[in-house]
């Protein structure tokens, strides 16, 4: 499955942004999705997870509050919507989708994921 990261933008510490991620072939129904970040000189590092059933969402703690993860499934879409942007969140973000596993389960760890999107780039001016 290929996934396309798309939404990324040069914006000011408290702007919004929305991210988005399609897939092409099978729904996103049929995946736990997650999004990553790489910081410049960072590791990439686990932003929001959401299980294939989509009945359950996690955040890393750093976006609590801030961001939300939703699924359009009829666009064959997963959102991340960002509130209250940082200059620390600036990164190339990242989604990832897995299909394998119970389909309540989120998963925090890159490995964990089977596909990945390219990339798109969010920068936040202070």
């Known amino acids: 499955v290929q996934l396309q990261a798309s939404g990324g933008g040069l914006v000011q510490a408290g702007d919004s942004l929305r991210l988005s991620c399609t897939t092409s072939?099978?729904?996103?129904?049929?995946?736990?999705v997650g999004w990553f970040r790489q910081g410049p000189g960072k590791e990439r590092e686990f932003v929001a997870g959401?299980?294939?059933?989509?009945?359950?969402?996690r955040f890393a703690d750093f976006v609590k509050g801030r961001f939300t993860i939703s699924r359009n499934n009829a666009k064959n879409t997963v959102y991340l919507q960002m509130n209250s942007l940082k200059p620390e969140d600036t990164a190339v973000y990242f989604c990832?989708?897995?299909?394998?596993?119970?389909?309540?389960?989120?998963?925090?760890?890159?490995?964990?994921?089977?596909?990945w999107g390219q990339g798109t780039l969010v920068t936040v001016s202070s």
């Open positions: 959401m299980s294939r059933r989509g009945d359950y969402k």
């Open positions: 072939g099978r729904t996103f129904r049929q995946y736990a």
């Open positions: 990832a989708a897995t299909d394998s596993g119970d389909v309540h389960q989120i998963y925090f760890v890159e490995g964990e994921y089977a596909f």
